[in-house]
């Protein structure tokens, strides 16, 4: 499969302020740390993780939202990580990397009918020109993404959550990306219209050829829709792989943990929920030499010389030990 978006040890370091610390020592939160995956051309990879490991960090880093402070990412032979967030705007590839939000209603703008905000892109970046041009692409696209044209000339707070983000994909497809972000696009909807967005996506996908990259919470989604998932936690990916491989046997402890509060109705009284004791890392200078996970991992003991067998999936059968609990690495068995 030809690479479409390439991140090469990617970080994002956030300067904080540390009370206690010496005065003109410089402190940093690690958001995301030393991150490298591709996404092939009509591919969809899941982002999973939970609250505060990074997703959307890094998903501000691959729509240059926020600059890098190492690494490097390549999207479609172009090295866009160099291009300054305040710069990427008037790059031609900023038409083809889009992004759907995960709130409807804060991601359109109040005083535009769903006409206008589907026309936005198409006159700021589509080069459509005349006014007849870009009605009948809107047209199109309410079709395409299944909106009653009769909606058109209604403004966000008439709508329910369902159409404000049909119009929220229509305004992202408007201009044929060929990598759209989809960050939690159906958290803030009803399960039953969760479906209906599910099914959108998908036969989007596949009519226009598009990759996606998709964060969620929820992993049964994520199975549903993807094709690898990366797991994320405190910053770095600590597994990925096929989504059939990760799911049915995952070989990190964390990611044990997240899939394990799956519910799974068919097989409840079987199922043993894996509680993680303990609290995260601070993600404030972190060790390079501890392995993140330290603290909270349930294969953890009291030994010293226990090490944390945390290992990467790279593929079906190709694996790389993570750091162990004393900056080692682990064999893997």
């Known amino acids: 499969m030809e690479t479409l978006l390439e991140v090469a040890s990617v970080s994002k370091r956030f300067p904080v302020a540390v009370k206690g610390a010496a005065r003109g020592s410089e402190h940093f939160l690690q958001a995301v740390d030393d991150v490298s995956f591709s996404i092939g051309r009509g591919e969809c990879v899941g982002l999973v993780g939970e609250s505060g490991c990074g997703k959307s960090t890094l998903v501000k880093l691959i729509t240059r939202l926020l600059d890098t402070s190492d690494g490097r990412i390549w999207f479609d032979g172009h090295d866009i990580g160099s291009v300054p967030a305040d710069g990427f705007a008037r790059m031609p590839q900023r038409a083809l990397i889009q992004m759907v939000f995960q709130d409807p209603t804060d991601s359109l703008n109040p005083r535009f009918t769903a006409f206008d905000t589907i026309a936005d892109p198409i006159r700021r970046l589509g080069g459509v020109a005349g006014s007849r041009s870009v009605v009948e692409r809107v047209l199109a696209l309410a079709d395409m993404v299944g909106l009653p044209r009769e909606l058109l000339g209604r403004y966000p707070h008439q709508l329910s959550g369902g159409q404000k983000q049909r119009v929220g994909i229509a305004r992202a497809v408007a201009l044929e990306p060929r990598l759209l972000v989809l960050d939690e696009p159906t958290s803030a909807l009803d399960v039953s219209v969760q479906a209906?967005?599910?099914?959108?996506?998908?036969?989007?996908?596949?009519?226009?050829?598009?990759?996606?990259?998709?964060?969620?919470?929820?992993?049964?989604?994520?199975?549903l829709l993807a094709d690898r998932v990366l797991v994320m936690y405190l910053g770095r990916i600590v597994e990925t792989g096929p989504v059939g491989e990760v799911f049915e046997r995952p070989r990190h402890p964390y990611t044990r943990a997240l899939l394990s509060c799956v519910p799974e109705p068919a097989c409840a009284t079987n199922r043993t929920r894996i509680r993680l004791e303990g609290e995260p890392r601070s993600p404030i200078d972190p060790d390079p030499r501890v392995c993140r996970f330290y603290g909270r991992c349930p294969e953890d003991t009291t030994d010293a010389r226990k090490r944390c067998r945390c290992s990467v999936r790279q593929g079906p059968s190709t694996w790389r030990p993570a750091i162990s609990h004393e900056g080692i690495v682990a064999p893997v068995a």
């Open 196 to 223: 209906v967005i599910l099914k959108l996506l998908e036969a989007l996908r596949r009519r226009l050829g598009m990759s996606y990259l998709f964060v969620s919470h929820d992993l049964n989604v994520v199975r």
